[in-house]
């Protein structure tokens, strides 16, 4: 039985994670920078301990560190969230070495997915179909010219150790293709320290869906259904929502069992997600599995009553899991947005400083995983993610008016948040139909920067930010006629109503 | 009676105060009452309409306010105020110069255009790296680049002055 858990992160995740400790008697340990004095975080657990500067690689990144306070501590497991060290399999290594439960898949699982030729390989062998392309490395130029005829222009560049669009290049011309491998195998190579590069066929405006899975240490795994989450602007996702809202029965079946054979594929357990290109022509490509709990978990959790993070606990600890597949239905529909603190008219530029004031939405079918609290400190070392609100209802179009009912209440002040732009994003005809794809912020709202999307929304409220605009700077102004007196005790109807 | 002029993107509007409660919001006449529940949380009651509203002040003239999640930011000057304001405007449109200011702490990781240089509004001119990520800083006018400030793989503070354009 696991009884301290030491989380190794920050923001929302590491109080979310707290919350599942909580509800288990389990012990939380929290982990913070010098940046993060001032985190919900810290003043969400049990104990907290201060483990470096700032700068991630001098404390959230540094494995030996952190291993070594667990040992102290005497925690007995580590969850590590997302980003950070969750995907790192030499940490995962050092955690077996120290006899400290990793919440989390092995580190072997983690080595065959973390390799993307590798992963396609092995996703091949186990019919799981993949974007058609290389399942090795580029040999030759003549080999490489030879598949991309084969497979079909255009085609991607990708580098087999890669992620976040390095080493990747779009091929429209065969012209272009001897400059990009070099390029392409240079920038990898310095980014990765391995040059090796693949090719795969350019897929024309799919919907990103993924599948959560939960596998425990036993054999069994179950699917808790698909999750859309193809709005993104530049490969940043902003809103998820669960189901998919265009997947029919047949095809969620063939997606579902895609992903647990790719589960079954590298011996996993903890909860994952298989992620899935899903093109015009309803094809799945398997895309990449993430060894890890996903910042969308929410909305699957929404539509299916199960706590993620409670079942990683139980998994890693040894547990059989007691959910079986049969058990599980889709449950209404869920989404969630995910409010970031930068000024989107600014082309997307983060806002930092401090939170000064927050009133968080409530009532019906609405929860808030937030990492920020009154005068939290949100710096330029971090993520400026500062909550999700998760909206749930019995179908999608009463998840999405909760989520504008909960948008219109949350307040935010110290720091310019993305939250306006989402009345943009959820009442845009092609969000509402479903058809969304990967690239429709980019075409539909990236043209609109800076400012003219809030042309398309009804203006309720100008007249109210002009009105007091010029009643504070008269309040505060030296000249002023009039006594404006703006107490809170100040009561509105001091005449009552009468009909006249 | 003041006369206040509130610019809202490039929208401005006229607004009176009658009274303690009453207004005149370009030509129209409204009731109003305001109450403060903490430095930066305010209801306003217009006519029958009491709307809850965040706001932060600036600057003596800038406020940014939140009301059921639309955000403004606002510019709000006297009568007086705004002519002032057009006269130094149309002062620096004489003699036309623009200084892009860093909009946010960060790291200069490249800089896109040198001393003499054309450059027309929205062109990149600095990629400045902040909380991971790089961000373009573009031009806010058309012109030749003058001066270049900013020095590469150097850290910049939120607005210092980086590049002029004249």
Request: proline content about 3%.
């Amino acid at each position: 039985m696991i009884k301290k858990i030491l989380i190794a992160n920050r923001g929302e995740i590491a109080v979310r994670i707290a919350k599942a400790c909580k509800e288990m008697g389990i012990t939380s340990v929290a982990v913070y920078s010098d940046a993060d004095k001032s985190s919900l975080h810290v003043r969400v657990v049990d104990e907290a301990y201060h483990i470096g500067s700032s700068v991630a690689a001098e404390s959230y990144l540094d494995g030996d560190k952190i291993i070594t306070l667990a040992k102290i501590i005497s925690a007995d497991a580590i969850h590590p969230g997302y980003g950070f060290l969750s995907e790192n399999s030499n940490f995962i290594k050092k955690c077996e070495e120290a006899n400290i439960i990793f919440i989390g898949p092995s580190s072997k699982s983690v080595e065959m997915m973390g390799n993307k030729t590798t992963a396609r390989t092995i996703m091949k062998k186990n019919n799981v179909p993949i974007v058609p392309g290389t399942t090795e490395g580029i040999k030759s130029y003549e080999d490489a010219e030879k598949i991309s005829k084969e497979v079909g222009l255009p085609i991607m560049l990708k580098a087999a150790s890669g992620g976040g669009g390095k080493g990747m290049r779009r091929i429209d011309k065969i012209e272009d293709l001897k400059a990009a491998i070099s390029s392409a195998q240079n920038e990898a190579r310095k980014a990765f320290g391995d040059d090796t590069i693949y090719i795969e066929k350019f897929v024309e405006n799919p919907k990103h869906i993924e599948v959560q899975i939960l596998a425990d240490k036993h054999g069994n795994y179950i699917h808790l259904f698909e999750r859309d989450c193809s709005i993104q602007r530049r490969h940043q996702k902003v809103v998820e929502e669960a189901p998919a809202p265009t997947l029919t029965k047949e095809l969620r079946a063939q997606v579902t069992t895609a992903a647990l054979n790719a589960a079954k594929a590298c011996n996993y357990y903890n909860a994952g997600t298989i992620e899935f290109l899903y093109d015009q022509n309803e094809n799945f490509y398997f895309l990449e599995m993430n060894t890890r709990l996903q910042v969308e978990h929410p909305v699957t959790e929404a539509i299916t009553g199960i706590d993620l993070v409670k079942e990683q606990i139980k998994i890693a600890q040894g547990d059989v899991l007691n959910v079986q597949q049969d058990d599980l239905n889709i449950m209404g529909h869920s989404i969630e947005c995910r409010v970031y603190a930068e000024d989107v008219d600014s082309n997307f530029a983060p806002s930092t400083g401090k939170i000064l004031h927050h009133r968080l939405p409530s009532g019906p079918g609405i929860r808030v995983d937030r990492g920020i609290d009154i005068l939290s400190e949100i710096s330029v070392y971090y993520d400026p993610m500062l909550s999700k609100v998760i909206a749930h209802g019995q179908d999608r179009e009463e998840a999405i008016a909760r989520m504008n009912r909960a948008l219109e209440e949350y307040q935010i002040a110290g720091v310019t948040t993305n939250i306006h732009s989402f009345q943009w994003i959820l009442n845009h005809p092609d969000f509402a139909d479903g058809t969304f794809d990967n690239n429709f912020l980019d075409r539909e709202f990236l043209p609109l920067l800076p400012g003219e999307w809030k042309n398309e929304l009804d203006d309720k409220y100008e007249n109210v930010a002009t009105i007091l605009s010029a009643l504070l700077k008269d309040r505060d102004s030296k000249t002023k006629p009039f006594k404006r007196e703006c107490k809170p005790e100040n009561r509105w109807g001091k005449e009552n109503y009468e009909p006249s | 009676m003041t006369d206040y002029i509130v610019s809202i993107d490039k929208k401005k509007h006229t607004l009176k105060i009658l009274s303690n409660k009453r207004v005149q919001l370009n030509g129209n006449k409204h009731e109003v009452e305001l109450s403060q529940l903490s430095k930066y949380a305010y209801l306003l009651k217009i006519d029958n309409t009491i709307h809850h509203v965040t706001s932060e002040k600036l600057s003596n003239q800038n406020y940014s306010f939140t009301i059921n999640g639309s955000h403004y930011n606002t510019t709000v000057r006297t009568n007086l105020e705004e002519k002032a304001n057009e006269y130094l405007q149309n002062k620096a449109k004489e003699s036309g110069t623009e200084i892009i200011k860093s909009p946010m702490p960060g790291l200069i990781v490249k800089i896109l255009k040198q001393v003499g240089d054309n450059v027309e509004v929205g062109d990149p001119l600095i990629l400045l790296e902040a909380m991971k990520m790089e961000n373009e800083i573009r031009a806010s006018a058309s012109g030749i680049v003058k001066s270049v400030s900013a020095k590469e793989n150097s850290s910049v503070e939120k607005g210092q002055a980086l590049l002029e354009i004249s």
